[in-house]
């Protein structure tokens, strides 16, 4: 949920709660069905840092107990602009 700043919180919490692994989105906020009309994506760059942060707070959680998540990024990219060359 958020930006960034948000994600290494969030995927320690999820991990404390037993979550076997996280899906990071490029949507801006609110979300919406990718299907529906006015579905947002954040820029490229953030996309990108978003799926540092979430990795960066994995390697750390598996560096202090070993800790271990999944990470699935996707983008809804093409729906929202019509072109795959963004995600390039």
């Known amino acids: 949920y958020g930006g960034v700043l948000n994600v290494r919180r ?3 919490g999820y991990a404390k709660a037993g979550f076997a692994g996280v899906c990071i989105e490029d949507q801006t906020f609110p979300k919406r069905c990718a299907y529906a009309k006015g579905c947002q994506v954040v820029t490229h760059d953030e996309a990108v840092e978003r799926i540092r942060a979430t990795v960066k707070a994995r390697d750390e959680l598996r560096g202090e107990d ?4 999944l990470v699935i990024a996707r983008t809804d990219v093409l729906r929202a602009t019509g072109d795959m060359a963004e995600c390039r």
């Open 66 to 69: 070993g800790t271990d998540l």
């Open 10 to 12: 969030t995927v320690r």
